[in-house]
C-alpha cells in the first residue's frame, strides 16, 4: 500500500469533489435549507465543504447527506461505460476513451459522503426507523457501509470503489443488454 | 470588552460568557431555567451564545447590533452575506462545468458507439459460446476483432469458436492479426485453452498430411486410410478429415477390389454433400460395379453422374482440370468393361503428358 497526500489525490480527481459538492448544494436548494457557505475545490481537507442549515425533515437531511453518492456513482458508471469497452476488454488504445475514464474513476471517488455528512443521517435515522420509516431503516444499514468505507480511505477503497463501480457497472450493463 | 446584562438576574458580564435565548440575555446559569420555562410555555427552547449574534456566522465580521443584520434560523448574518444565504446561487463557471460535463457525456456515449457495438458483438459471442454455439458465435467474434483487432478476450474467443467448428483459416486469422499472435497472459485459463485446441488441430493436420502422402501410392492406401482416421478421431470438429478419411477408406476398398464398399462410401458422400468431387467419385464408383455386374442402370447412373460433375463444376477451373483427369478414365472403364488403375490408364493413354498423381 502506497500514500499519496489527500491534496494530490483531490487535484488528480478534482472533477469528482466539484461534482460532489455541487450535488450538496443541488439537494440544498431543493430542499430549501440555507446556505452558509460552498467550497467547490481547495488544497486542503476537506477539499470541499457545502455549509448549510440543518433541517428537521429525513428525507431532505437523507438526500442532502446521499445526493452525491448516488449523482457521482451514476456518473461514475455512465462516463466509465463510455470508456470501458476500449479500455479495458477491447484494447483499443484510444485517448479519448482513457480521458473519459480518468473522468468516470475521478467522479466515482468522491462519491462517498464525508463522516460529517453520515453523521447527520446517523444522528436522526434510529429513532425514524423505530418508527418504521423506510427511508430510515434502508439508510442504516447504507450509512454503516460507507462509514467504514469512509474509514477504508486510507487504503483507497475510495478509488476501490470508483473501479467497482466503473468496471462491474459496464460489465453488469453490457452483459443484460446483450442476453 | 463589549459587555450586556442578563435579564434575569442582572448581572453584567462579557457577551462571551451570556446566551441569547428568544431575544433575551440570560447568563449562563440562568438560561437553563430560563429555557425549561419556555420549552414549558411552548416557545422555542434553543439558545445560542451572544457573541454567536455579534458576528456574522458565515463571514465572522463583527455585526453588534446593526440594524441591518439579519436573523435566519438560529444564526445571524451581515448585510452582505444574507442575500447570499437566502439564495446560494450557482457560480457561472459551475453552470458552464455542468453543461461541459453533460456535453462530455453525449461525446462521450457517442464516441462509445462503435465499441458498443464491438462490445455487444463479443458478449453475444462469448454467451454463444459458453453454450456451446460455436458456429453461430463466430460471426459476432469476427465482428468485435474487425473493431478491434487487439482485444485479446475476443481474438482467443474467436480462435475457439472457430477451432471448434473445424475453421482453421478464421482461428489462424483471430489468433495472427492479434500483435502477431503474441498475449498478455500467457498463463490465462482461456489462453491456454486456445493453444491446447490449436495444437490439437495441428498434430491432426500433420497427420493428415502424412496420410495424403501415403496414398499416393495404392499399396499403402489402407495404411493412409487409417492415419487419417487417427487425425479425424483426434480433431473431429474438422469434418474435412473425416470426409478424407472416408475417400481414403474408398480409395483402399477400389484397391482392395471391395466395390460394394467403395459404392456405398461414394453413395453417402454424395447425399452428404453434392459436388462435383463427390459426384465423379460416385460416377466411378458406378462404372467399377457396372464393369463386374454389367447391369445396364449403373452404366446410365454413372454417365448421368459424370454430367453432374461437370454441371456442378460450371466454370471453376480448377474443378474441370480435376475432372478432366478422372472422366477419360471412368468413360474407357464404361466403355470397355475394364477396370485400370489410374497409374495403368495413364502409362497407357498419357504418356508424355503430365501424369495423374
Partial sequence: ?????????????????????????????????????????RFGNPAGYVA???????????????????????????????????????????????????????????????????????????????????????????????????????????????ILVGVL???????ALAR | MSEATCSACGLQAS????????????CAPCVQTAAGNAKRSGQSAAYMPLIN???????????????????????????????????????????VSLAALVLLLIVALVHGKKYFHAGRAMYIGEHLVEQGKHAEALPYLKETLRIAPGSDKAALLAAKAALLTGDLAAAGKALHDHDDGHFENGQSAAFLEVNSLWN???????????????????????????????????????????????????????????????????ENHWKQQAGPDTAISLANALACKYVLTGIIPLRERSIEMIEKSKQLAGGDAEALKALDEYIPLITYRIENRQIISKQEYNRRFRAGKNPIK
Avoid at chain 1, 5 to 31: K, W, Y
Avoid at chain 2, 64 to 88: H, N, V, Y
Fill in chain 1, 1 to 41: 500500500m502506497f500514500f499519496i497526500p489527500g491534496p494530490v489525490i483531490a487535484a488528480l480527481t478534482f472533477p469528482g469533489v466539484i461534482i460532489h459538492e455541487a450535488a450538496h448544494l443541488f439537494f440544498c436548494r431543493l430542499f430549501k435549507l440555507q446556505v452558509f457557505d460552498v467550497c467547490f475545490f
Fill in chain 1, 52 to 162: 448549510h442549515q440543518q433541517t428537521e425533515n429525513f428525507n431532505a437531511q437523507f438526500l442532502i447527506s446521499m445526493g452525491p453518492f448516488f449523482g457521482n456513482t451514476l456518473l461514475c458508471v455512465l462516463f466509465c461505460s463510455a470508456a470501458f469497452l476500449p479500455v479495458w476488454e477491447l484494447k483499443v488504445f484510444d485517448p479519448l476513451a482513457y480521458f473519459f475514464y480518468w473522468l468516470g474513476l475521478s467522479i466515482g471517488m468522491h462519491a462517498f459522503p464525508s463522516t460529517q455528512d453520515l453523521s447527520h443521517l446517523w444522528a436522526q435515522a434510529p429513532a425514524l426507523a423505530k418508527k418504521g420509516n423506510l427511508l430510515a431503516i434502508v439508510s442504516l444499514p447504507l450509512a454503516g457501509i460507507l462509514v467504514v468505507l469512509n474509514y477504508g480511505r486510507v487504503i483507497w477503497a475510495d478509488l476501490g470503489y470508483g
Fill in chain 1, 169 to 175: 457497472g459496464p460489465i453488469a450493463i453490457f452483459r
Fill in chain 2, 15 to 26: 457577551i462571551r460568557s451570556l446566551f441569547d435565548l428568544n431575544g433575551q440575555i440570560y
Fill in chain 2, 53 to 95: 449574534r455579534s458576528i456574522c456566522a458565515r463571514c465572522n465580521t463583527f455585526i453588534s447590533d446593526q440594524s441591518t443584520a439579519r436573523q435566519i434560523g438560529f444564526a445571524r448574518f451581515c448585510a452582505a452575506c444574507a442575500p447570499l444565504i437566502k439564495d446560494w446561487s450557482y457560480p457561472p463557471w459551475l453552470k
Fill in chain 2, 200 to 266: 490439437r488441430a495441428n498434430q491432426a493436420l500433420e497427420k493428415a498430411q502424412k496420410a495424403s502422402k501415403l496414398a499416393e501410392k495404392d499399396e499403402n492406401s489402407a495404411e493412409a486410410a487409417r492415419l487419417m482416421h487417427e487425425a479425424a478421431s483426434s480433431y473431429p470438429e474438422f469434418t474435412v478429415l473425416r470426409i478424407a478419411a472416408e475417400n481414403l477408406d474408398a480409395g483402399a476398398a477400389f484397391v482392395r477390389g471391395d466395390f460394394d464398399t467403395y459404392l456405398s462410401i461414394s
